[in-house]
């Protein structure tokens, strides 16, 4: 089971980042997807117009990145209302403290204001939680630095089946490695940030983009020696043209490249590695996608339901 917020137009980070992993193991394993827009309402209840369109379009991001809709369930939170009603439940037995200690928490106060610290807001990860036991799901692609959310999530599993005998599935961290996708300004790529490029993006734009991109700044001649290391031109190569990485380091060092045929060679890989997925991506019919997700809704709701009835039968609810 994973899940993205409905931040409309996805872009090379959350392809790299995400999909392109739950294409991987949706090969291997039953796979829940999850469009979270009670997420959304965490962060963004001022700009709640931007979500019924951003999970149009992250829904075609998906879809566009190889996910096939009869292997996966692919659905919105708020379709099951049974997430909701469990949140509720759960939130009973979870100490305010357990919360306050995820590292997120102060982080993303810290950087995004106090106006933030909500009620709704500190109880997020607990709906993580919910997402993800609802659907009795049993692993969770997560990086290393969202280890204690699920960490988090299986104490409050483990709590609950101690208070009311064995009812809710422990979920295990499935640790992928994610690449370090670069923005334009080199800061790891964000929509908030300006700095991305979408999926959506043809190559002309795609090209501008890494035109622009920002290297060295000691390196202002062609023949300069530069310093890959500090460049985010060369991390995007390391995503999209690793077997080259060894050249181009060589060739940067040495001042036998120029930064403009570096980026030509950057720009011309990533367009071809995206070609499959923005091909995908015109061809699918836009009334499809709420099909999609509506087939998905029943489809994740049959588990929701039996899920919820076994946490109410638990309670005596
Ligand atoms: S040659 Fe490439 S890796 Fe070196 S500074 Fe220029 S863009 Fe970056």
């Known amino acids: 089971m994973s899940g993205v917020r409905p931040t409309g137009r996805a872009h090379l980070g959350n392809y790299f980042g995400a999909f392109s992993n739950w294409v991987a193991l949706s090969r291997e394993y039953e796979t829940y997807l999850e469009i979270a827009d009670y997420h959304a309402l965490t962060t963004a209840f001022e700009r709640t117009g931007d979500i019924a369109p951003g999970i149009h379009d992250v829904a075609l991001d998906i879809l566009a990145s190889g996910i ?5 369930v692919l659905y919105v939170q708020s379709a099951l209302p049974e997430i ?23 982080d993303q106060i810290a950087a995004l204001g106090g106006e933030i610290a909500t009620y ?23 990086g290393r630095d969202q280890l204690s959310h699920i960490e988090l999530g299986r104490e409050i599993v483990r709590r609950f089946n ?9 979920p295990e961290a499935l640790l992928s490695a994610f690449p370090d996708v670069p923005g334009t300004d080199g800061r790891k ?33 062609r023949h300069d020696p530069g310093n890959p290391d500090i460049c985010p ?18 060739e940067c060092s040495t001042g036998a490249l120029g930064c403009v045929d570096c980026k030509s060679e950057c720009a011309e890989r990533l367009n071809a590695v ?13 009334a499809g996608v709420a099909r999609v997700l509506r087939d998905g809704a029943e489809r994740a709701r049959s588990v929701a339901r039996s899920t919820l009835a076994d946490v109410k039968a638990a309670i005596s609810i």
């Open 274 to 286: 995206m070609k499959p997925v923005r091909d995908r991506r015109a061809s699918i019919d836009p």
């Open 84 to 106: 909701a009603e469990m949140h509720l439940l759960l939130s009973m037995i979870v100490p305010v403290a357990w919360l306050q200690r995820t590292p997120t928490f102060k």
């Open 68 to 72: 096939d809709p009869e292997r996966c």
């Open 189 to 221: 790529m964000s929509k908030s940030y300006g700095n991305a490029i979408d999926i959506a993006d043809d190559d002309a734009v795609t090209t501008k983009k890494i035109r622009s991109m920002l290297t060295d700044p000691q390196k202002i001649r």
């Open 162 to 170: 101690h208070l009311f005998g064995p009812t809710l599935v422990e």
């Open 120 to 142: 709704g807001f500190l109880g997020y990860p607990l709906m993580q939680l919910v997402d993800i036991a609802i659907v009795r799901a049993t692993a969770v692609p997560v």
């Open 233 to 250: 031109v060369f991390k995007l190569h390391h995503v999209v043209n690793a077997e080259r990485v060894p050249v181009i380091r060589e």
